[in-house]
């Protein structure tokens, strides 16, 4: 008995070293195609003549107005560097959309702070009558939807953790100049800048998962685009009114009108933050519950982590019980089958990690984070280690719950892949003990066409470039 199922788990591993390593080269060649996007070389000259004129026209970058969206709940780290980089974009005509949970949020005292002595002015609003059907976010992002004049042709989302570069949205928007491209989206990077398990088991399994990410075209909200035409063209406000998430169910709606998802390669942003290990666990349960409410793909997901699993924890234990029964000619089998097997896994985490620290140094961004101490060698074991346990449970976890807390909120998982907002704890309004008039700060919409001025922030000292005052 203890033979086969060493058999079975030897079969196991080596269908899944052949698997990873295709997926990890097709991810490590899809990330050395990168080049910057939206960027025109010129040598400082005028045009010769009316025909090179045109041709600059033809080969100048996809840049109509564009609206950015930004929701907000609770208090968030990076939301002050994100801002500035929002305000900071080499973009000619953008406006900036805000909406906040409520009056009593913490992040609305923030945002008002940080615009207070600026003349760019966000269009911020709080969440008004948010939807029963659907996530907090997703109502937000629909009432922002209802909120953008025609007038933008583009619009882009993206979280408050993620801090951008001043390319950010010019990378972002290029290629939806091809119209069979329905959307746009990046990547982001943990690093984490602690030894702590939980953010590196954050780390490893988010590693792994930008993979399954572009195999699978699975979006990430932190950075997302579309056509505004898009947007009535795939239904997405009735969708995203019955959905948990805006990223993930967005890809369904896209192949039903025979459009694309592009994931652009060089548009990675970088994330410091850090997490404990039930945190990690709780989150990554999450963004698995997203895959299996809204992605044809949950099943091959669920696969890859339960024979993971299997691997992980169930190979040491049949090596033990086959030691015990002085069963060593298999058990050695196995034991080298294990060993190869993790040794593969820590060089691809090596080539991931190496394709994204290369497309992050290569970007010529102002958000460049410093470099991380490098973790130990035990650390990284460690974490390696318990991302590859943790990883079934989570998916467990996911394909059982009937009920998800995010931010404060609980909400009913439905057999039928929706959710139910069933209560809301306002923690964020907790946190702070005064509350801010929302219309005081509303501000009317603003094109800006003029050219930023340059300003050195003091909110956020990895900025060092332009900025809209």
């Not at 572009?214 to 406000?237: D, I, K, N």
């Not at 992605?295 to 086959?322: D, F, K, T, Y």
Request: net charge negative; glycine share 6%; charged share 20%.
């Amino acid at each position: 008995m203890l033979s086969l199922l060493a058999f079975m788990l030897s079969m196991i591993a080596l269908c899944l070293i052949a698997m990873q390593v295709v997926y990890v080269l097709g991810y490590h060649s899809f990330m050395a195609s990168s080049t910057p996007e939206g960027e025109m070389l010129t040598d400082g000259g005028g045009f010769e003549s009316a025909s090179d004129q045109e041709e600059a026209d033809e080969n100048a970058p996809f840049q109509p107005p564009a609206a950015i969206v930004l929701c907000l709940k609770g208090k968030e780290r990076s939301l002050v560097e994100c801002l500035t980089g929002l305000v900071s974009q080499d973009y000619p005509v953008y406006q900036l959309f805000i909406v906040v949970d409520s009056d009593q949020d913490p992040a609305l005292q923030t945002v008002a702070n940080f615009f207070a002595d600026r003349k760019f002015k966000p269009n911020l609003q709080t969440l008004r009558a948010p939807h029963k059907t659907c996530s907090l976010k997703c109502s937000a992002v629909t009432q922002a939807m209802r909120s953008i004049p025609s007038r933008y042709e583009v619009i882009a989302l993206i979280d408050a953790d993620a801090v951008p570069d001043q390319a950010w949205l010019a990378d972002l928007v290029a290629p939806l100049a091809d119209p069979t491209v329905g959307a746009t989206t990046g990547n982001r990077w943990y690093s984490p800048m602690t030894n702590s398990p939980g953010a590196w088991v954050r780390k490893i399994w988010n590693a792994a998962a930008i993979v399954q990410m572009q195999r699978y075209e699975v979006p990430w909200g932190g950075s997302l685009a579309f056509r505004t035409e898009t947007v009535e063209r795939c239904g997405l406000v009735e969708r995203w009114r019955h959905s948990f998430c805006e990223d993930t169910s967005l890809t369904g709606q896209l192949k039903k009108q025979n459009l694309k998802l592009h994931r652009v390669p060089g548009l990675v942003l970088e994330n410091t933050g850090s997490v404990s290990l039930a945190g990690a666990f709780s989150w990554i349960s999450r963004q698995l519950l997203t895959v299996r409410l809204h992605h044809p793909r949950w099943s091959w997901v669920a696969a890859h982590a339960v024979a993971s699993g299997l691997v992980a924890i169930g190979a040491p234990v049949v090596i033990l019980l086959m030691l015990a029964s002085a069963q060593t000619r298999s058990m050695w089998t196995l034991i080298q089958l294990y060993i190869a097997w993790q040794v593969v896994n820590s060089w691809l985490l090596w080539l991931i990690e190496q394709s994204n620290q290369r497309v992050l140094k290569e970007r010529d961004s102002f958000n460049r984070l410093p470099d991380e101490e490098g973790p130990s060698a035990w650390m990284q074991l460690v974490g390696t280690v318990l991302t590859q346990c943790v990883y079934p449970f989570t998916v467990w976890q996911a394909a059982a719950m009937d009920k998800v807390a995010w931010r404060g909120v609980s909400y009913k998982v439905n057999n039928n892949g929706t959710v139910e907002l069933i209560e809301k704890t306002d923690v964020a309004a907790s946190l702070r003990g005064d509350s801010t008039d929302s219309s005081d700060l509303l501000a009317a919409e603003n094109d800006d066409d003029s050219t930023p001025q340059v300003i050195l922030p003091t909110t956020a000292s990895r900025f060092s470039k332009r900025s809209r005052n």
